[in-house]
């Protein structure tokens, strides 16, 4: 498996940002860390060990990127509009510079997976819908999807675009809904420890889905599933395995 590691000079974040690079061939897998997590730890823990196969069959591409989770929603000593700010930053990095860089790299013309757990499992979904131009599968792991436990009450646009609890029961513009419709939508959290708010918000997304009539899978596992690492591995090559790639 060929492992590759680059670091470039982010206009967006003014600052260095990293990626690892997984593969050669297939389609790409765009992977968003937990928590303030870096671009590394998804070998840190197994994930890819866990996908090894499918990227050795040239299936998918892993392309594993940092956060700034750290200065922007997690950062709770700041003010929530500046935390909004800093995201609506890391969100044009994505879009303007490791999309490109990804489309050069892996010479893949067509739309990505995006995928995370815990709050990378947030990332996987708001950037699949607020990007469906971009991102045609999102595998979101054991996220949060509202904003409450980010800003409490807080509101401006920053927070409202960014979250789907928020934003996706207004949404009627058929540019998105249609995309949404073509795309595979796959949300997944254990019933086990520390899922409990996991739980409540996918079964808030389910709903507004539902409503929206935009087909996806919601699927909850058992009550001895918790929210780390060894299930997660267990989860993401199940998921990539039914999308047939």
């Given at each position: 498996?060929?492992?590759?590691?680059?670091?470039?000079?982010?206009?967006?974040?003014?600052?260095?940002?990293?990626?690892?690079?997984?593969?050669?061939?297939?389609?790409?897998?765009?992977?968003?860390?937990?928590?303030?997590?870096?671009?590394?730890?998804?070998?840190?823990?197994?994930?890819?060990?866990?996908?090894?196969?499918?990227?050795?069959?040239?299936?998918i591409v892993v392309y594993t990127v940092d956060s700034v989770d750290s200065e922007s929603w997690l950062a709770h000593w700041k003010y929530p509009g500046d935390r909004g700010w800093r995201h609506a930053q890391y969100d044009q990095y994505i879009v303007e510079e490791v999309a490109p860089f990804v489309r050069e790299h892996s010479g893949w013309d067509d739309k990505f997976i995006a995928t995370g757990c815990s709050m990378g499992g947030y990332h996987a979904a708001n950037f699949f819908f607020k990007h469906p131009d971009i991102f045609d599968v999102t595998i979101a792991l054991s996220g949060l999807f509202g904003s409450q436990y980010f800003v409490g009450d807080y509101m401006d646009d920053y927070v409202y675009?960014?979250?789907?609890?928020?934003?996706?029961?207004?949404?009627?513009?058929?540019?998105?809904?249609?995309?949404?419709?073509?795309?595979?939508?796959?949300v997944c959290t254990g019933q086990g420890a520390w899922e409990e708010d996991c739980i409540r918000e996918a079964q808030a997304l389910e709903a507004i889905l539902t409503q929206l009539d935009v087909p996806a899978w919601f699927d909850y596992w058992g009550h001895d599933v918790n929210h780390d690492w060894p299930w997660w591995q267990k989860q993401l090559p199940y998921f990539l395995e039914t999308l047939n790639l």
């Amino acid at each position: 498996m060929k492992i590759e590691y680059h670091k470039f000079w982010s206009q967006r974040l003014s600052r260095d940002m990293e990626l690892k690079a997984y593969g050669q061939k297939g389609k790409p897998l765009v992977v968003f860390p937990s928590g303030c997590g870096r671009f590394y730890e998804f070998e840190d823990f197994g994930m890819i060990d866990a996908v090894q196969n499918l990227i050795e069959q040239e299936r998918i591409v892993v392309y594993t990127v940092d956060s700034v989770d750290s200065e922007s929603w997690l950062a709770h000593w700041k003010y929530p509009g500046d935390r909004g700010w800093r995201h609506a930053q890391y969100d044009q990095y994505i879009v303007e510079e490791v999309a490109p860089f990804v489309r050069e790299h892996s010479g893949w013309d067509d739309k990505f997976i995006a995928t995370g757990c815990s709050m990378g499992g947030y990332h996987a979904a708001n950037f699949f819908f607020k990007h469906p131009d971009i991102f045609d599968v999102t595998i979101a792991l054991s996220g949060l999807f509202g904003s409450q436990y980010f800003v409490g009450d807080y509101m401006d646009d920053y927070v409202y675009y960014n979250f789907p609890l928020v934003y996706l029961p207004h949404l009627s513009d058929l540019w998105y809904l249609n995309q949404y419709r073509r795309s595979h939508i796959i949300v997944c959290t254990g019933q086990g420890a520390w899922e409990e708010d996991c739980i409540r918000e996918a079964q808030a997304l389910e709903a507004i889905l539902t409503q929206l009539d935009v087909p996806a899978w919601f699927d909850y596992w058992g009550h001895d599933v918790n929210h780390d690492w060894p299930w997660w591995q267990k989860q993401l090559p199940y998921f990539l395995e039914t999308l047939n790639l």
